[in-house]
C-alpha cells in the first residue's frame, strides 16, 4: 500500500480500490479442486463487471454481488465435506459406496452454471 498504509479487509474482498480475488478472498480446504477456477473465475467476471460499469465503484459492487453467492457455496460445501474426516471409515466407505455418484453429482452441478 502506498506509504506503509495497510488494508484489513474483513468479510468481503473489496475495500475501497482494493479488490482481493482467489484464495486471499475466499480459501477453501482443497477438497473440492476448486482454488484455481475460483480465482480464474473471479479475474474473468472482475473484469466483465469493470467494463460495463459507469464508475469503478459501481463494477466493484457488481463483482461482489455476483461473485458472493458462487463463493459462498463453495466454501459452505468444503467446510461440509471436511466434517466427513471425523466419520468412521467402515461409515464413511459404506456411505460412499450407497451414494457416492449422487452426492458427487449434486455437489458439482451448481458449478456448472456460469459464474
Partial sequence: MPGGRR???VGGGIAGLVV???DAAHATSPNMAQGVAMALEDALVLAACLRGARAI??????FET???P???WVRAQTHRRDRTR???PAVRNGLLRL???RIF???YRPLLDAP
Fill in 7 to 9: 488494508v484489513l479487509i
Fill in 20 to 22: 482481493l480475488i482467489g
Fill in 57 to 62: 465503484p459501481d463494477g466493484l459492487a457488481g
Fill in 66 to 68: 455476483r461473485r458472493r
Fill in 70 to 72: 458462487r463463493t459462498d
Fill in 86 to 88: 471425523y466419520l468412521s
Fill in 99 to 101: 451414494a457416492g455418484r
Fill in 105 to 107: 453429482r449434486a455437489n
